[in-house]
């Protein structure tokens, strides 16, 4: 069975996430309804990132 908590794995995604939604706002230049979700998408992210992405990021820097 699977750690619940792989942070490194859980990074990768939200990394992936990130990517996508980014891709998403760019397709988005002239469909307003595209680019405001993506932009939503991406402030959830953020989130995700403060509270998984930084701590492995600091993580692997000791």
Known sequence: ???IH???KMDAEIRHIK???EKLSRMGENFPALA???HRILASVKMLELN???PVALDMDD
Request: aromatic share 0%; hydrophobic share 40%.
């Open 6 to 8: 792989d942070l490194k």
């Open 36 to 38: 405001r979700n993506a």
């Open 1 to 3: 069975m699977e750690p």
């Open 19 to 21: 990517s996508a939604a």
């Open 52 to 54: 998984i992405c930084d």
